[in-house]
């Protein structure tokens, strides 16, 4: 249903029975003020000496007594109000015997008399949309003889207990107020459909356009800046959804070209193994080591891959828990050595006694320290030393270090390691295309956790990486 269409209705719906109950509250106000006039006059014509006497003579007493204000007794009819321009007819009391009857043979018909009907009491014999005639029916005080009962009757005079005035007139402000209620409803449902449709719009065109803002300071302007607000909003989502997007696509390419440099590699000399094996020959074991250090490197890439793609997705929820550091070193490093062999480099590590334990993600970390561990090997040169070691950073905090004596990083490439994609000399000559993700995947582990990470030149060359962090408690 239309607002416009709903407004009046609800407007209808609720003027229509306010207007009707106004007019039965009226009605029964002009009735009840009339009825109390004549239970008033009953009461003055009973206080005559005279009134049993008359009542039984005559059968009525006409008009009102002589010490009420008002026109001469009689039948004729009052004075012409000059306040509403009617006339009004004057009260009529008919007196009734025991069963009903009256000596008056003008009287009305008194119908049925109810028994319960004490002396002094009075009943309602008014009809409550009868705007022209109220009746009261009373039983006299002597409740006997030919005056038992006295039937008054009156003009509901026109002012007489009113609500609402004499006229229908207050009906006009009424429908005027229904109608303006109606119209001024127009602005803001236009107002309302313009909005509507500038939304259609910006929704039409991929939230590119703004939606056109809405004058004024009430609720549907309101509305109009939070719709704009949104479109806004949605945009930017839009658009680094987009950003993403692109980072992807960048990134795969980039990975494919990691991945496919060492696995040409890798089938090359695994290639040539197969041809030496074929003719006899002793495998070269620095064939055996080269395709055993590609292969270790494409693991490396497809671990680090799932690692950034769960980084990449947002902060992810970390399965923290204790991590005694000194196990952790030692597996890592007891994964290193076979590769570090191959290439002539020492792999060692240390372990303090007692343990420390941290609370984190245990794979997380592991790759993190994984990375630095492989990176320090993989640019190390022959005959060169990595040493992995645990060992306090103050009260209650922790430090392992990743040292090695390799050629090292210069100053200008150390100084933006931190960034993605940024990679050391011999990095960019292993895979120029590649996006180097071991240290960013470091890097991010650490912050996750709230550890630090250090890189730093080392004393005897080479690159020493330091994590630091507080350990749990005994």
């Known amino acids: 249903m239309k607002l416009r269409l709903r407004l009046t209705v609800a407007t209808l719906a609720v003027t229509v029975p306010m207007v009707l109950a106004l007019v039965v509250v009226d009605a029964r106000a002009r009735q009840q003020a009339a009825e109390d006039e004549l239970v008033g006059l009953v009461d003055d014509w009973l206080a005559r000496p005279d009134a049993r006497e008359r009542c039984e003579r005559e059968g009525l007493a006409p008009g009102p007594p002589a010490h009420r204000p008002g026109p ?17 007819e004057p009260a ?71 609500v609402l005035p004499p006229t229908r007139v207050w009906l006009l402000p009424v429908g005027v107020l229904f109608l303006a209620v109606v119209i001024s409803v127009g602005p803001f449902v236009r107002r309302l459909r313009r909005l509507a449709v500038a939304v259609e719009r910006q929704a039409a065109s991929g939230y590119l356009d ?10 549907v302007a309101e509305l109009g800046r939070a719709f704009a607000a949104a479109g806004r909003e949605v945009r930017a989502q839009l658009e680094e959804k987009d950003r993403r997007e692109l980072a992807l696509r ?26 030496q094996l074929d003719g006899g020959e002793a495998a070269d074991p620095q064939a055996v080591a080269s395709a055993m250090q590609e292969a270790h ?18 902060r992810p929820s970390l399965q923290r828990g204790p991590v005694d550091l000194g196990e952790l070193v030692e597996r890592v490093v007891a994964r290193h050595r076979p590769i570090g062999d191959r290439l002539g480099v020492s792999v060692e590590c240390s372990v303090p006694d007692p343990p420390r334990r941290v609370d984190a993600d245990l794979t997380m970390l592991e790759q993190a320290l994984g990375n630095l561990v492989y990176n320090a090997v993989r640019h190390n040169q022959r005959e060169g030393h990595v040493a992995v070691y645990v060992d306090d950073a103050g009260p209650g905090r922790f430090a392992i270090h990743v040292v090695d004596d390799g050629p090292g990083i210069g100053a200008a490439t150390l100084a933006t390691l931190r960034e993605r994609g940024v990679r050391g000399d011999e990095a960019r000559t292993r895979a120029p295309g590649g996006r180097g993700l071991g240290l960013d995947i470091a890097m991010r582990v650490c912050e996750l956790h709230d550890f630090s990470l250090r890189l730093e030149p080392g004393d005897e060359g080479g690159l020493h990486a330091r994590i630091e962090g507080p350990v749990l408690g005994p």
């Open 297 to 314: 490197y494409i693991a490396s890439l497809l671990h680090n891959l799932a690692t950034v793609a769960k980084l990449d997705a947002g």
């Open 72 to 88: 001469p007794p009689g039948p004729g009819p009052m004075p012409p109000d000059e306040r509403f321009g009617r006339h009004r």
């Open 250 to 275: 960048e990134f795969l390419a980039d990975t494919t070209h990691d991945v496919m440099i060492p696995l040409t590699v890798l089938q090359g000399e695994l290639a040539a193994l197969r041809d």
């Open 210 to 219: 703004e939606v056109e803002p809405v004058r004024g300071r009430d609720e």
């Open 92 to 162: 009529r009391i008919h007196a009734y015997d025991e069963g009903g009857r009256s000596l008056d043979p003008g009287a009305p018909g008194l119908g049925p008399i109810p028994e319960d009907l004490a002396p002094g009491q009075v009943e309602s014999r008014s009809t409550l949309w009868n705007a022209g005639e109220a009746q009261v029916l009373v039983r006299s005080p002597w409740g006997t003889g030919s005056c038992a009962y006295l039937l008054a009757q009156g003009t509901k005079e026109p002012w007489l207990g009113a």
